[in-house]
């Protein structure tokens, strides 16, 4: 499986389960019980209920840093609650329809473990409760040596900003319209070790894709693309990105219209967005699109917001047709 990264540093790569089988083996029969089982701890019975040291909260089975003290409140429900963990990220969501009711699960992206649910009656600035187990989680206090798996695995950051070490992956980000296609055909490119559907530029945390489509919350549809640059050059993400969607729509792509399908290059240092003007001046000087103005934005890139797992992979799992072109 190829390496992904989370934009802190992390690697969110999924653990194979026999991996996984393997640590859960080590924990204690309630964590067992919660975190593979899908359980819940009894309401005011979990230690972390009540810590008020600063520092930090990891997964109880593959040490991912999931929430801080930092954003950490009292709920009043009997569970440790958190307005937003260290990076979206690192948390997975899934509809949970159990007990006939209709909830949001969260998971850790690495290695699967139930955490809890995360509901819409938080505090400001996100309006979300992380309501979780004390049991899914070990906290580490402020200054304490942290294992392994729970540091990253490159210079805090260095995902969103481009290159790390040598041989690093980096990242760039793209909107075109649908984020369907556009995922579908960057995973196609040769050097491209991932490409993810989500959501940027915009207000509002955590924004789900109904909230999107109001268009009322500023984000566009965006693919996050992980290449290896050793294989492939940012430039030739740009002339692919060129060759898949219409740069000349304002506010629109094919059939679909309204400003999260607006054209757009998030970059994350100032290499991309010389390379990124550069080409648009090119492409424009080249007489490609007639009398046509290209009304791509070129915007430094801000929070990238994962878009719901049913999105991840659409064409490929659904077959459904898109208007995209294959730029391979």
């Not at 509809?95 to 009656?121: I, K």
Request: hydrophobic content about 35%; some cysteine.
């Amino acid at each position: 499986m190829t390496p992904r990264y989370s934009q802190s540093g992390f690697d969110i790569t999924p653990l194979p389960a026999a991996e996984v089988a393997k640590l859960a083996a080590k924990l204690s029969p309630e964590a067992y019980k919660v975190t593979q089982n899908a359980g819940t701890e009894p309401a005011f019975c979990g230690n972390l209920l009540d810590n008020h040291k600063q520092g930090v909260y990891v997964c109880v089975v593959c040490g991912l840093p999931l929430f801080s003290s930092e954003h950490k409140f009292d709920s009043g429900t009997g569970w440790p609650s958190f307005y937003r963990p260290v990076d979206p990220e690192h948390i997975v969501r899934k509809v949970d329809t159990s007990y006939g009711m209709v909830r949001t699960e969260v998971l850790c992206a690495r290695c699967g473990a139930h955490l809890g649910h995360v509901f819409d009656d938080g505090p400001k600035p996100t309006g979300e409760r992380y309501c979780l187990n004390s049991a899914a989680l070990k906290f580490y206090e402020k200054g304490a040596q942290l294992p392994s798996g729970s540091l990253p695995a490159r210079s805090a950051g260095a995902p969103a900003t481009a290159a790390g070490r040598k041989g690093d992956p980096e990242v760039a980000y793209f909107a075109g319209g649908c984020f369907w296609g556009v995922e579908h055909y960057f995973h196609r490119g040769p050097g491209v070790i991932d490409a993810i559907s989500g959501y940027m530029q915009g207000h509002v945390d955590h924004p789900t894709y109904r909230q999107v489509c109001t268009g009322t919350t500023g984000h566009a549809e965006t693919v996050k693309v992980i290449f290896d640059p050793g294989k492939i050059t940012y430039r030739r993400l740009l002339e692919a990105f060129f060759t898949m969607h219409d740069p000349t729509q304002l506010d629109r792509q094919g059939p679909d219209s309204g400003n999260q399908y607006r054209s757009g290059i998030w970059y994350v240092n100032d290499e991309q967005k010389r390379e990124a003007e550069a080409y648009i001046a090119e492409l424009a000087a080249s007489g490609r699109y007639g009398s046509r103005k290209i009304v791509t934005r070129v915007e430094p890139a801000k929070t990238f917001w994962p878009a719901e797992e049913y999105h991840q992979e659409y064409i490929a799992k659904n077959g459904a047709a898109c208007h995209v072109k294959d730029p391979w």
